[in-house]
């Protein structure tokens, strides 16, 4: 309350004030910003208690959260202010208790989202989805054939330490260990902790969209195009259903706030860990995406080489990533001899080390499961 002033009941000394620059161009608080300025440069600002003012106008509740926003937005926009002086509580005056504690708590929560908004904005937009969410998991069943019939069964092996079924060289991890996980830690059953996986993954994806769109098209796009996500029903089936596409869309949306940070110079190496986490995620939840995230690590080198003349970030990158997929790589390795992710990257592999012996050191000589699969003949009458 130090640097507080109020233009409604005040008097300057003119000379002192312009030679401080007058007052600021800024929405609200201009009488506080020049007053703060004196102070720190050695001035002084007095109040004479016994002076007297009468208001004529008397808030609602609606109109003290809006006065409480707009102090709030001040101080989002001047942060100086509070690491200087503190912040803004005082005693409330003497009055009607609770009628006190409801203009309180408005202009207390006026204050909260004006001064905290672009951060609560994605917390409030994921908590309305999961409200959404919850009933649609837990009170309806949407039986779907691939989550039933496989990752249901592998979530359950995992979460009972079942190995030997709890992975397969034709379905890449992600899905059936991350609700394995839920099912081990929940003691669910397969099919919910799918559910719960997808919806998780749906849901996380509010983060990495909003703060990317925000830092490129600011809050008001940002916050719009956060709730358009959320309110996609195609997106929304997807998540309860329990389907790995939720899990592809949240490993883009990663890519894409990555590449928006990277873009500026101030962007630190925490970025590129991210990036790196994008691609595994895409990778480890759907095979075909391999193409999609070849295509973002050549242009994630160009940008490199462009910006700083030389590929080592990217190199760092591609060591991260395949850190993140080593478990999958090695797992494949040992059962179907190629280090892939999917089965039908291998058949593409070996093709390849077919036709350049120099990569024969990529294949495992004795895999436990061949890639030759043996179809019957059968002969046909003449008829």
Same mark, same amino acid.
């Given at each position: 309350?130090?640097?507080?002033?109020?233009?409604?009941?005040?008097?300057?000394?003119?000379?002192?004030?312009?030679?401080?620059?007058?007052?600021?161009?800024?929405?609200?608080?201009?009488?506080?910003?020049?007053?703060?300025?004196?102070?720190?440069?050695?001035?002084?600002?007095?109040?004479?208690?016994?002076?007297?003012?009468?208001?004529?106008?008397?808030?609602?509740?609606?109109?003290? =959260?809006?006065? +409480?926003?707009?102090?709030?937005? $001040? #101080?989002?926009?001047? %942060?100086?202010? *509070?690491?200087?002086?503190? @912040?803004?509580?005082?005693?409330?005056?003497?009055?009607?208790?609770?009628?006190?504690?409801?203009?309180?708590?408005?202009?207390?929560?006026?204050?909260?989202?004006?001064?905290?908004?672009?951060?609560?904005?994605?917390?409030?937009?994921?908590?309305?989805?999961?409200?959404?969410?919850?009933?649609?998991?837990?009170?309806?069943?949407?039986?779907?054939?691939?989550?039933?019939?496989?990752?249901?069964?592998?979530?359950?092996? =995992?979460?009972? +330490?079942?190995?030997?079924?709890? $992975? #397969?060289?034709?379905? %890449?991890?992600? *899905?059936?260990?991350?609700? @394995?996980?839920?099912?081990?830690?929940?003691?669910?059953?397969?099919?919910?902790?799918?559910?719960?996986?997808?919806?998780?993954?749906?849901?996380?994806?509010?983060?990495?969209?909003?703060?990317?769109?925000?830092?490129?098209?600011?809050?008001?796009?940002?916050?719009?195009?956060?709730?358009?996500?959320?309110?996609?029903?195609?997106?929304?089936?997807?998540?309860?259903?329990?389907?790995?596409?939720?899990?592809?869309?949240?490993?883009?949306?990663?890519?894409?706030?990555?590449?928006?940070?990277?873009?500026?110079?101030?962007?630190?190496?925490?970025?590129?860990?991210?990036?790196?986490?994008?691609?595994?995620?895409?990778?480890?939840?759907?095979?075909?995406?391999?193409?999609?995230?070849?295509?973002?690590?050549?242009?994630?080198?160009?940008?490199?080489?462009?910006?700083?003349?030389?590929?080592?970030?990217?190199?760092?990158?591609?060591?991260?990533?395949?850190?993140?997929?080593?478990?999958?790589?090695?797992?494949?390795?040992?059962?179907?001899?190629?280090?892939?992710?999917?089965?039908?990257?291998?058949?593409?592999?070996?093709?390849?080390?077919?036709?350049?012996?120099?990569?024969?050191?990529?294949?495992?000589?004795?895999?436990?499961?061949?890639?030759?699969?043996?179809?019957?003949?059968?002969?046909?009458?003449?008829?």
């Amino acid at each position: 309350m130090t640097p507080f002033f109020s233009n409604a009941f005040a008097a300057w000394k003119i000379a002192e004030a312009l030679e401080h620059g007058g007052f600021p161009c800024t929405m609200f608080g201009e009488d506080m910003l020049l007053a703060a300025k004196i102070i720190e440069t050695g001035g002084a600002i007095g109040y004479c208690a016994d002076a007297m003012v009468i208001h004529e106008h008397q808030e609602s509740v609606y109109s003290l =959260f809006q006065r +409480g926003r707009t102090v709030g937005d $001040f #101080h989002r926009l001047h %942060p100086e202010l *509070l690491h200087r002086f503190g @912040g803004p509580l005082r005693p409330p005056l003497d009055a009607n208790l609770p009628f006190i504690a409801l203009r309180l708590l408005a202009k207390t929560l006026g204050y909260a989202w004006g001064r905290f908004r672009v951060q609560l904005t994605p917390w409030l937009i994921f908590a309305l989805l999961w409200l959404f969410l919850l009933p649609a998991i837990t009170l309806f069943d949407f039986m779907d054939p691939d989550v039933t019939n496989r990752y249901a069964p592998m979530a359950e092996s =995992f979460a009972a +330490g079942d190995w030997q079924y709890a $992975f #397969h060289p034709r379905i %890449p991890p992600m *899905l059936p260990v991350c609700a @394995g996980i839920i099912a081990w830690l929940l003691s669910c059953g397969g099919y919910l902790a799918c559910r719960l996986a997808g919806a998780l993954f749906l849901t996380s994806g509010i983060f990495p969209l909003y703060w990317g769109t925000k830092h490129v098209y600011g809050f008001r796009v940002a916050t719009v195009a956060t709730l358009m996500y959320a309110g996609c029903t195609r997106l929304f089936r997807l998540g309860y259903y329990g389907m790995r596409e939720s899990i592809c869309v949240f490993g883009v949306l990663l890519l894409f706030q990555a590449a928006v940070r990277l873009r500026m110079r101030s962007a630190g190496w925490w970025w590129y860990l991210v990036f790196a986490a994008g691609e595994a995620t895409l990778l480890l939840t759907r095979g075909d995406m391999a193409s999609f995230a070849l295509a973002t690590m050549a242009m994630l080198l160009f940008w490199d080489i462009l910006r700083h003349h030389h590929p080592l970030r990217t190199l760092g990158v591609t060591v991260a990533l395949l850190v993140m997929m080593l478990p999958a790589l090695g797992y494949n390795y040992r059962m179907i001899g190629y280090p892939v992710t999917d089965v039908r990257q291998a058949t593409i592999l070996r093709r390849i080390c077919r036709q350049f012996p120099v990569l024969k050191m990529l294949e495992n000589p004795h895999p436990q499961v061949s890639l030759d699969i043996d179809v019957p003949t059968v002969e046909a009458d003449d008829e």
